[in-house]
């Protein structure tokens, strides 16, 4: 009985911490679209330091949701594969979204595409808070 339980919750780790790093990549997108909208509005450029640390932080992010999804997938991850998603995301993620998801690859685009689109919603709505709260 221990063993099962045991067996169940390790497999549910790897898929909650999926959700997490899903919803820790959106919130990095709001406070990257806040500190952007912040400046912009002040016609100053954002400090490269907070430039860096949000592509260092992105970039650790999406690899992770990488790694443990592969994990859960039981998508074998090769040294390319590794590389492109730390230096080239932006085709490497729909690649492996693609190549992981025999059977139901419409589906995982669709859901790419979604969260793509909820990503850019999240951009949108920092600068817009940044312009609210920084306007009075």
């Known amino acids: 009985m221990l063993g099962n339980t045991l067996n169940h919750s390790q497999t549910k780790m790897p898929a909650l911490r ?7 990549i959106a919130a990095l997108c709001v406070a990257q679209g806040y500190v952007e909208g912040y400046f912009e ?3 100053q450029h954002e400090p490269r ?8 932080v992105a970039t650790a992010l999406i690899y992770a949701w990488y790694y443990y999804d592969s994990e859960v997938r039981g998508f074998h991850r090769t040294k390319w594969l590794n590389i492109a998603v730390v230096g080239l995301a932006v085709v490497a993620i729909p690649y492996y979204v693609f190549q992981s998801n025999k059977g139901h690859r419409r589906k995982a685009i669709l859901y790419l595409s979604g969260y793509v689109f909820l990503i850019s919603v999240c951009i949108a709505i920092g600068e817009y808070l940044a312009k609210q709260w920084t306007s009075f």
């Not at 999926?18 to 820790?24: G, N």
């Not at 330091?49 to 260092?56: A, E, K």
């Open 18 to 24: 999926i959700v997490v790093l899903l919803t820790a």
């Open 49 to 56: 330091w907070w430039w860096h640390l949000y592509v260092i």
């Open 41 to 43: 509005f002040r016609h």
